[in-house]
Structures are given as structure tokens and as C-alpha cells.
């Protein structure tokens, strides 16, 4: 079964760090872009962060450019985001995604979203 599972979110203060994770099962990361959205309440969804899998490139929404760090490990087919310096403003829902060609096929695989909170 292809799983995203998430973890690694909570309640934490103003100026504070969370590292996300995702650890993938059933497929394995390598050759797949990562993407990381968040969803505040009342808000779209939106992309924030994004590495390419063909020469590890990486992008940053400017809200949180300077504070986040995307990243993965193949060896433990994991993905993270590390949350630094947090802000209320950065309190949402963080889903990551997977997504990548595997011959013809796209695949796009979603986790089921982690929780941060941030207080102020």
C-alpha cells in the first residue's frame, strides 16, 4: 500500500522550531519532487516550499523563505520540512506531496496533513 504518513507538528511559541516528516511507504522517494502546502483555517491550500528531484533545486514561498528548510532522505525514504522562527501567522495544517513521472504515469502521493500551532 503507497503511503505519505505525516507527523511532527504541535503547539509551540512564537520564535519557536517543529521539524516535519513524512516517511514514505510502499514507494520510494528517490526520482520524485517533494512539495510542501499548508492550509490555515479559512485559507486555500498553498505551496510553500518545493525540491526537484533532477539536481535537488529548491524553492521557497517568501513568507516563509529564510525560516524553512525542505529537505529529504532516501536512506530512511523520508521527507521533512524544518519550521524555524515561527510565527502565528504560520499556524495551519502542512501536507506534503510526492509527485513525479514514472515512465507515462504520473504519480502523486499526498500525506494526511500534520498540525501546527503557533502562539503568540
Known amino acids: 500500500e503507497v503511503q505519505l504518513q505525516a507527523s511532527g507538528g504541535g503547539l509551540v511559541q512564537a520564535g519557536g522550531s517543529l521539524r516535519l516528516s513524512c516517511v514514505a511507504s510502499g514507494f520510494t522517494v528517490d526520482n520524485y519532487d517533494i512539495v510542501w502546502f499548508r492550509q490555515a483555517p479559512g485559507k486555500e491550500r498553498e505551496g510553500i516550499s518545493c525540491?526537484?528531484?533532477?539536481?535537488?533545486?529548491?524553492y521557497y514561498h517568501d513568507s516563509v523563505k529564510g525560516r524553512f528548510a525542505i529537505s529529504g532522505d532516501n536512506a530512511k525514504n523520508t521527507v521533512y520540512l524544518q519550521v524555524n522562527s515561527l510565527k502565528p501567522e504560520d499556524t495551519a495544517v502542512y501536507y506534503c506531496?510526492?509527485?513525479?513521472?514514472?515512465?507515462?504515469?504520473?504519480?502523486?502521493?499526498w500525506g494526511q496533513g500534520t498540525q501546527v500551532t503557533v502562539s503568540s
Open positions: 506531496n510526492v509527485r513525479g513521472y514514472q515512465g507515462d504515469t504520473l504519480h502523486d502521493y
Open positions: 525540491i526537484s528531484s533532477s539536481d535537488s533545486m529548491t
